[in-house]
């Protein structure tokens, strides 16, 4: 079986927005949570949806379920006090489901709305293949090291990659790695790639779309609504 757990339950403070959760704004006749979900709901891989969302927008998403027939997801539950407590919620809710150690988990964010189905479907061969599958995109921009302010380094560009997302694994070992480090009250990993290293797993990387941008600023939203309408326009493919 293979799960996607989709990952809604931030505030968004940095996206200014009056209102609403970022992952709640409407692009294009839609929230940007529900044009997330839809690639994974598309996808022929997927076998079940799981949402991780903010407790009191939990009714929300049952009710953006029924509206656009999103009938993947098996389940909503709340989310913790930061992003990594967030997603061992919604592992432990994956467990549930979970019938077989070969059960595959695809970890995504739900402001990452422009993601495809042939990304989606590579992380989880690559998870059969290797054990574990990390989305990248190739950077398009030098990097520079920098030290007290002074630049050090220009990293060589063929070698520099932008983690992106989904992030893949076998359940039960993203689930223990987290049980793991739970009991050593380690809880600042920035995602679930760097929580997988720290206990020694070697990460595989797949490379999607460079436009699979992470809508977190307001800029973000602007940069999504024009590539959304230069796909509508059939001005260019998003790859």
Do not use: W
Not at 21 to 43: A, D, N, R, W, Y
Not at 79 to 89: D, F, K, L, P, V
Not at 164 to 169: H, I
Not at 199 to 217: D, Q, S, W
Request: net charge neutral; aromatic share 6%.
């Amino acid at each position: 079986m293979n799960i996607a757990v989709i990952f809604a339950g931030g505030t968004g403070q940095r996206m200014n927005s009056n209102s609403l959760p970022k992952q709640f704004l409407m692009i294009h006749g839609k929230p940007i949570l529900v044009h997330t979900i839809e690639k994974f709901q598309s996808t022929p891989g997927i076998d079940k949806i799981i949402v991780v969302s903010l407790a009191d927008y939990i009714p929300m998403v049952e009710d953006l379920k029924k509206i656009y027939n999103l009938n993947k997801i098996v389940s909503i539950v709340s989310g913790g006090r930061n992003g990594q407590e967030s997603i061992y919620y919604g592992l432990k809710e994956a467990k549930k489901i979970s019938t077989s150690q070969k059960d595959i988990v695809l970890i995504h964010d739900g402001v990452r709305p422009i993601i495809d189905v042939e990304t989606i479907e590579a992380n989880i061969e690559c998870v059969k293949k290797n054990g574990s599958s990390i989305t990248v995109a190739k950077s398009s921009e030098t990097v520079l090291l920098l030290e007290e302010n002074n630049v050090e380094d220009a990293l060589d560009r063929s070698k520099c990659f932008l983690g992106r997302a989904p992030q893949s694994f076998y359940l039960h070992e993203i689930l223990n790695a987290h049980e793991k480090a739970n009991q050593m009250n380690k809880h600042d990993f920035i995602d679930s790639a760097m929580l997988m290293k720290f206990f020694g797993k070697k990460l595989y990387v797949v490379e999607g779309p460079i436009n699979n941008i992470k809508v977190t600023t307001p800029i973000d939203f602007l940069i999504l609504r024009a590539l959304l309408d230069a796909k509508e326009n059939e001005q260019i493919k998003l790859v």
